[in-house]
């Protein structure tokens, strides 16, 4: 809708006739009709105020009910219906419900296990196991990269890419910069996917979809990670990571079947392959979040300029969760190295990235401030700080033994029977995987800009607005949202009128698609009915109907002959 | 009472646009003034009259919210909807952009320098206040970002002499916060207001803060330490902020901002009426529940929406003030006999 520009300042008036058009009175008594505006879905700022979209479904989707459904279903299945239930528990979930049993993670692996099995699951995995690969791929591919510096394809720094947290905010802000400097490892649970989903099932003899894929994270954004599209089997039709459980829902469903985990006996260990069954669970260097910044230095080290490196020694700049580490060789730095955990400090990398002004080869990026085992999915501690019990679950976390993926059983066997060879095709779509750059349907940057807006004294903030429901906010100089079509009543006063409203209104949720009503209020002036105004809390302007306005502003009452009287210098809501 | 507030100059700052905000700078000889223009200009004297000396056009592309100097007087920091802060540094009289604080997902609301003149706060409506460090280079980082408020953070100031951040809120609530250890944190929330919280002013010792919010109150708030002679409780070791006084009906609309002077200690405030006014602790009054007189009250100071007053640091009653109707206004305050 083209709104010109009016020229000049002065006092212009509404008119609202009886049929509720709207008139503009100039100030030499002519009038003009005002068009209604007219809104449409791509008006709506996708400012996510309100109940969104696909990632809050998707996070809904998988939790520990739906694997309840699925174990319950397989009870009453006919066998050829059934799925094989598989869980794979990362070592991080296991230290933090270790710290809140007070038992030793070997006990927490077996005991967990001896849960699941008891609720109807078939294996219990570890992905300190998947996590191998991907620590594996991880050195290769920087090792690649960092030669092939002299060709332009090649792009430093490597920016590890296992924390899903971190992906959804480089894939939508910045994209098309940041995506190619993303490792293209996949993250652990991933790497087990294709595990479960590929070998196991090879070896079971099963379709993949015949296999239920659980994960057991310390962190909810895991869940989006297990329903990109990368990670869905077009042949097969079916996820590699079917559900995501986070630590938390774990403990949920321990309290639901009235079992301690203490108080369980602990079952064997289950492995993937016949060659790693140990009967501990075991870990990476490295910290908390995987170790890849140790794996790829230490590896880097030793590749590239042949030196071996026994103790990696991290140094915190400006904050705990921002470290470096360099390789320095008579006065030299080979190779600069950093962990950049929290979001501030992703931010501060990001802009030293588009500055041109990062030092670094390789960044291990997490989104939360001390990474994994403080993720938002971890059990909280009732009695202790948050602090005491994140020091405990690293001490519990550090006291499993540590393997060189390298070493560790079964991977080597994997490499050659599974995947044909390390840098093969088959190692190439299992174990990597792919980012593109997020189109966000309208950050605030690229809002397309409304018509001119008729600026002056006295202009009506309603010009532009619905006729039944004024929604304008003239700080942000953006036009009303969508309100749906709305019919009079003959009464004159609108009836509580059905509209979909994408942002939150009156405390009540309204999701695209969904109704809502403005709330009646009585008019203390002259006891009629009118709609009360709620404040959008995205927008912070006032909805408005014409019939009514916040206290002591313009105040129209829905009496008929009375609007005229009470009409003042219209006021715009500011926000 | 007419007669306390008298104007000296009048200005069409940003024409066709709104004024959003004025900003003295430390030696009080040039004000800084954005709106809705995109543009900043920078204001000074000569002679009788106050003239434009520099716009500076090209750094927004939205709206500019709030300027600030900082504490030397040579960086003025511009943040706007467009969601960057500028920072321009100041070579005689001309700006250069130095560099675009970038981050924040929506409208940069505010933005304001510590007095140590090395860390910089923002706050947008995306909620999150951050903190950002200066090094010598004129390098930004971000030091902290701070999601305490649930609504639109409008306005962020720091204590004048302790490295102390307050933000205000569309959520009512003004928050206050201070570092601890290698991170920002939220030590005390101030509620009591009634509407979105618009601007906030400390004292000239830092001792109070000032706050006025669209439910047409200020409200002065006070600060007591652990074990504080006048027995007001505190929770372990953080001080305690209560409200010991509350100016309410004097304002028929919003106050869109408070303005504390640091020089006589007078509070002026601009409002959604049109007016600007002044007001000046009783001397008698007990600093534990001190009470304001309106000492000056000019009801049409502009033709619109006053959004900002501002004191000169330097020169003892002098007023700035600018509008929705794009003009700033230069007033001389004088404290009449008698009260």
């Not at chain 1, 095709?425 to 174990?431: Q, S, V």
């Not at chain 1, 903030?461 to 039944?468: E, L, S």
């Not at chain 1, 109704?515 to 709609?531: D, F």
């Not at chain 2, 002077?261 to 600007?276: E, H, N, S, W």
Request: proline letters at 6%; hydrophobic letters at 35%.
């Amino acid at each position: 809708m083209k709104v010109d520009k009016s020229t000049g300042s002065g006092m212009a008036k509404i008119h609202i006739e009886e049929d509720g058009s709207y008139f503009q009175v100039r100030q030499d008594g002519g009038t003009q009709k005002l068009e209604k505006a007219k809104i449409s879905l791509g008006d709506c700022l996708a400012c996510s105020g309100c109940v969104t979209s696909a990632e809050t479904v998707l996070i809904t989707q998988q939790s520990h009910e739906e694997l309840r459904k699925i174990l319950d279903a397989n009870k009453t299945a006919a066998p050829s219906q059934q799925r094989l239930v598989v869980v794979s528990v990362s070592p991080q979930s296991r230290a933090s419900l270790a710290a809140r049993f007070q038992l030793t993670p070997t006990d927490t692996a077996k005991k967990l296990t001896a849960f699941f099995k008891k609720i109807g699951v078939h294996y219990v995995f570890d992905t300190a196991f998947s996590r191998n690969f991907s620590l594996l791929e991880s050195q290769r591919e920087f090792v690649q990269r960092f030669r092939g510096q002299a060709s332009s394809t090649q792009t430093l720094p490597v920016l590890t890419s296992a924390c899903p947290g971190w992906i959804c905010y480089a894939e939508k802000t910045h994209g098309s910069f940041l995506v190619p400097h993303l490792s293209t490892a996949r993250s652990p649970q991933q790497v087990m996917g294709s595990l479960v989903k590929d070998f196991f099932a090879q070896q079971q003899h099963l379709t993949p979809d015949r296999i239920y894929h659980v994960t057991v994270m310390p962190c909810y954004d895991k869940k989006l990670e297990a329903s990109r599209p990368d990670f869905f089997s077009q042949e097969h039709q079916t996820r590699d990571v079917d559900c995501v459980v986070t630590t938390g829902e774990v403990f949920k469903l321990l309290e639901e079947e009235g079992v301690s985990l203490s108080e369980l006996e602990p079952a064997p260990l289950d492995s993937l392959c016949n060659g790693a069954s140990a009967q501990e669970p075991t870990s990476h260097r490295g910290g908390g979040s995987g170790g890849y910044l140790e794996h790829v230095f230490r590896h880097a080290a030793r590749e590239l300029f042949g030196i071996h490196v026994d103790e990696v020694t991290y140094r915190p700049l400006r904050n705990k969760d921002f470290q470096e580490v360099t390789l320095e060789k008579e006065g030299r730095i080979l190779l600069h190295f950093a962990a950049a955990y929290g979001f501030r400090n992703i931010q501060n990398l990001v802009q030293k990235l588009k500055r041109g002004r990062c030092p670094y080869h390789y960044v291990e990026v997490m989104a939360c401030p001390a990474g994994c085992l403080n993720g938002g999915g971890q059990l909280k501690g009732p009695s202790t700080t948050s602090k005491e019990l994140l020091q405990h679950v690293q001490m519990l976390y550090d006291t499993v033994t540590v393997q060189v993926p390298e070493d560790a059983p079964g991977v080597q066997e994997l490499y050659e029977h599974w995947l044909q060879g390390e840098g093969s095709e088959r190692a190439g779509r299992l174990l990597h995987t792919s980012y593109r750059a997020v189109e966000m349907a309208s950050s605030g940057l690229s809002i397309r800009w409304r018509p001119e807006v008729p600026r002056g004294p006295r202009t009506s903030p309603w010009a532009q607005v619905c006729d039944q429901c004024s929604l304008y906010c003239l700080e942000t100089q953006v036009r009303p949202r969508p309100v749906g079509s709305l019919r009079q009543s003959e009464s004159g006063i609108p009836p509580p009128h059905s509209w979909s409203h994408p942002c939150q209104t009156g405390g009540e949720p309204s999701g695209p698609g969904r109704q809502g009503t403005l709330a009646r209020e009585e008019c203390a002036a002259h006891s009629t009915p009118r709609w009360g105004w709620r404040t959008c809390p995205t927008w912070n302007w006032a909805l408005k109907t014409p019939w009514s306005l916040g206290p002591d502003s313009l105040h129209f009452c829905a009496v008929p002959g009375r609007k005229q009287a009470l009409l003042e210098r219209p006021r715009e809501i500011r926000c | 009472m007419k007669d306390s507030l008298v104007l000296l100059a009048r200005v069409p700052a940003h024409p066709d646009s709104r004024c959003w905000f004025l900003a003295w700078n430390p030696a009080g000889t040039l004000l800084a003034s954005c709106g809705g223009d995109r543009r900043v200009r920078i204001w000074g004297t000569e002679g009788e009259s106050w003239i434009c000396k520099s716009v500076l056009s090209e750094g927004h592309q939205r709206t500019v919210r709030k300027v600030a100097w900082s504490p030397c007087g040579n960086y003025l920091a511009s943040a706007s909807f467009d969601a960057t802060t500028c920072i321009w540094k100041k070579n005689q009289d001309d700006f250069e952009c130095v560099t675009t604080l970038e981050g924040h997902e929506n409208e940069v609301k505010s933005v304001a320098w510590a007095p140590s003149g090395n860390l910089l706060a923002t706050c947008s409506r995306d909620k999150s206040v951050w903190v950002w460090e200066v090094d010598e280079e004129d390098e930004y980082e971000c030091v902290s970002v701070l999601n305490s408020h649930t609504q639109d953070v409008k306005h962020v100031v720091w204590h004048p002499s302790q490295e102390l951040l307050a933000s205000a809120s569309y959520d009512d609530t003004v928050k206050l916060y201070r570092e601890e250890e290698d991170d920002w944190v939220c030590y005390a929330t101030l509620e009591g207001h009634e509407s979105t919280v618009w601007s906030l002013a400390f004292d000239p010792s830092g001792q109070r803060l000032a706050s006025c919010s669209d439910d047409r109150t200020v409200r002065i708030w006070r600060q007591y330490l652990p074990d504080n002679e006048q027995g007001v409780a505190c929770s372990g070791s953080d001080p305690s902020w209560k409200c010991i006084c509350t100016l309410s009906g004097f304002h028929s609309r919003t106050i869109y901002d408070v303005a504390w002077c640091q020089l006589t200690g007078a509070l002026a405030t601009a409002c959604g009426d049109d007016a600007i006014r002044v007001f000046e602790e009783d001397p008698s009054s007990d600093p534990q529940q001190p009470t304001f007189s309106l000492t000056a009250h000019l009801p049409q100071a502009h033709s619109q929406d006053v959004n900002c007053v501002a004191w000169n640091p330097k020169e003892q009653g002098l007023l700035a003030s600018c509008s929705d109707d794009g003009e700033v206004a230069f007033w001389k305050y004088q404290r009449p006999e008698g009260i």
